[in-house]
């Protein structure tokens, strides 16, 4: 059915990168939600209220809170399109992370209050009536919502929406609750035993363990996460691919928004080549990373001593020296100053943040395995910890 609605109401639905197109899946997506979730909330209702169930009741307003969730992620869709402004040079694409936080603070609220329900339901039992009409409405549930996780995961997929992924979680969840709901009533059918209440704190703590992962889920981007592993490759893929680029590093992505990222790196480039030459080279791969990974680039070139023996040889030797102090410790910027007395490396080395030595134990250990491979050398290190 979506897919159907995406080829009527979406103009070129196949261009999942264009902005418009990412945000007309978005708010399709929320429209169809919100129906959805309001059938799905006054079938509930009515077979909670005929039956007396209590988890029946907490699963149909959970079906409420998913439709103004929608909402309210309808809302966030429509104000990221914003474009930038005075304000808000970078633009408005964090509303959806903002509007995917509302969004999790509802179900935990709602979550909250169901479960103080069941308690009071667990505490003053009451029998539930059970009806044919009542199990037809919560198998149809389960299908349903097994449904909108498929399709929202289906559009997170394509578009690369935290909130659609959170979205299709949480209906993945609400199918897992109303399965839990629909056990309760056939136990209370055919034993006779209520765990009604149980159940209904169940399902109250499948809502909040949602909402968890929802808030966990957007407040992330907006802490400011790192890039993908994917994303990194693809741009030192692009970039490494000219030959003028002999080494990149200092790799900076900054994420205002689906869509609206900015990336900064270090390009090394040999000290003897035509300088604009090399800077037009840079330009290119700047648009080149644009076009490619709708981003906007911006490239600071390093000059550095390629056909230098000596320095290609120390370069290989401290850069296996700082491995055997961490795998992952990697050199850039590495320069050498000749004196009478001694000789001066000059280098900075980039941490990951998994290292748990300090940057000056880092500094320490590297200066004194320098030191023992050649008591003439001196390190002078600068310690980064990695961006990405």
Not at 119 to 143: D, F, G, N
Not at 185 to 205: P, Q, S
Not at 276 to 299: G, P, S, V, W, Y
Not at 314 to 325: F, G
Request: hydrophobic residues 45%; negative net charge.
């Amino acid at each position: 059915m979506f897919s159907l609605l995406s080829r009527i109401f979406i103009k070129q639905p196949e261009d999942y990168a264009s902005p418009a197109v990412r945000r007309a899946y978005g708010m399709l997506a929320s429209f169809l939600g919100i129906a959805l979730n309001v059938l799905l909330f006054l079938g509930k209702y009515l077979a909670g209220a005929a039956s007396g169930s209590i988890a029946v009741m907490s699963d149909a307003f959970n079906n409420l809170s998913d439709a103004a969730s929608s909402v309210v992620t309808l809302i966030g869709f429509r104000a990221a399109g914003k474009q930038a402004d005075e304000d808000h040079p970078f633009g408005h694409g964090r509303m959806e992370y903002i509007a995917g936080f509302v969004v999790s603070m509802i179900i935990i609220l709602l979550g909250f209050e169901l479960g103080k329900s069941a308690v009071q339901k667990i505490l003053s039992p009451e029998p539930a009536e059970t009806s044919a009409l009542t199990i037809v409405i919560l198998v149809v549930s389960v299908c349903v919502k097994l449904y909108m996780s498929f399709y929202n995961r289906r559009i997170a997929a394509r578009i690369d929406s935290a909130a659609m992924r959170a979205t299709a979680t949480d209906s993945l969840s609400d199918a897992v609750a109303t399965t839990v709901v629909l056990i309760a009533i056939l136990v209370m059918h055919v034993t006779g035993v209520n765990i009604d209440g149980w159940c209904g704190l169940l399902v109250a703590g499948f809502i909040l363990y949602a909402g968890y992962h929802a808030a966990r889920d957007t407040i992330s981007p907006l802490l400011g996460n790192p890039p993908s592993a994917e994303f990194v490759y693809q741009v030192e893929e692009i970039v490494m691919a000219h030959e003028e680029v002999v080494g990149m590093h200092d790799l900076i992505v900054h994420n205002y928004g689906p869509g609206r990222v900015l990336v900064s790196l270090h390009g090394e480039v040999s000290g003897d080549g035509d300088i604009f030459l090399l800077h037009d080279q840079i330009d290119l791969i700047e648009r080149e990373l644009e076009e490619k990974l709708h981003c906007e680039a911006t490239i600071h070139m390093d000059p550095i001593e390629t056909d230098n023996e000596e320095i290609a040889r120390l370069r290989v030797l401290v850069s296996t020296l700082a491995r055997e102090i961490h795998p992952e410790l990697t050199i850039h910027d590495f320069r050498m100053v000749s004196g009478k007395t001694h000789t001066n490396l000059i280098f900075d080395v980039v941490a990951p943040h998994t290292l748990r030595l300090s940057d000056q134990e880092v500094e320490h250990q590297l200066t004194e395995k320098i030191r023992a491979a050649d008591a003439q050398y001196f390190a002078v290190i600068r310690v980064d910890r990695a961006y990405s």
